[in-house]
T-cell receptor, first 114, second 115 residues
């Protein structure tokens, strides 16, 4: 089955700096990779996603890159702000038993210090 | 984005009782819903995939008789934790996918505490 590894587990940056979170996946058939942000006590919120036919996608301060050959994808947050502080999860879509499901990474706790 | 409603938000129950959690897609049809379990400061662990009109598909190690899932309509899935014990205490969160889209949206979660 699919296995998603995420690094780092914690990340601390100064306001205005960039933050990068990296994930690797094992199933070469996976073709959809979303990123979720979860604030304390709240539900995960989809912030950006990318499909395997695209190498990069950007949405304002957030961008995601995908390297299919290496089977890794990354989240880039530029000009970080304190409100970006949260836990970020990457995921990869796995096809199994006729259904597709998301397998999540372990999460990265991002702290942005003013 | 699409809205997924989950109730209740908090449940405290005695050991041995059963607890039902509801997950509804409010503004879209969801042929597939997923149930996850999340321990403090940990990731989302998929428990089962709920498909409208058919039996749920459980992940390895998840007891199907312990965690009963019913997906009776395109907008409602329920998870029943039967004969709950303290080790079942956790944060349970559902998610749903629009039948016409691949994006997954989450409910607000249910914190279950079994005394």
């Amino acid at each position: 089955g699919e296995n998603v590894e995420q690094h780092p587990s914690t990340l601390s940056v100064q306001e205005g700096d960039s933050a990068v979170i990296k994930c690797t996946y094992s199933d070469s058939a996976s073709n959809y990779f979303p990123w979720y942000k979860q604030e304390l006590g709240k539900r995960p919120q989809l912030i950006i996603d990318i499909r395997s036919n695209v190498g990069e996608k950007k949405d304002q301060r957030i961008a995601v890159t995908l390297n299919k050959t290496a089977k890794h994808f990354s989240l880039h947050i530029t000009e970080t702000q304190p409100e970006d502080s949260a836990v970020y999860f990457c995921a990869a879509r796995q096809f199994s038993g006729g259904y597709n499901k998301l397998i999540f990474g372990a999460g990265t706790r991002l702290a942005v210090h003013p | 984005g699409a809205v997924v409603s989950q109730h209740p938000s908090w449940v405290i129950c005695k050991s041995g009782t059963s607890v039902k959690i509801e997950c509804r897609s409010l503004d879209f049809q969801a042929t597939t819903m997923f149930w996850y379990r999340q321990f403090p400061k940990q990731s989302l662990m998929l428990m089962a995939t709920s498909n409208e009109g058919s039996k749920a598909t459980y992940e390895q190690g998840v007891e199907k008789d312990k965690f009963l899932i019913n997906h009776a309509s395109l907008t409602l899935s329920t998870l029943t934790v039967t004969s709950a014990h303290p080790e079942d205490s956790s944060f349970y969160i559902c998610s749903a996918r629009d039948r016409w889209d691949e994006k997954l949206f989450f409910g607000s979660g249910t914190q279950l505490s079994v005394l």
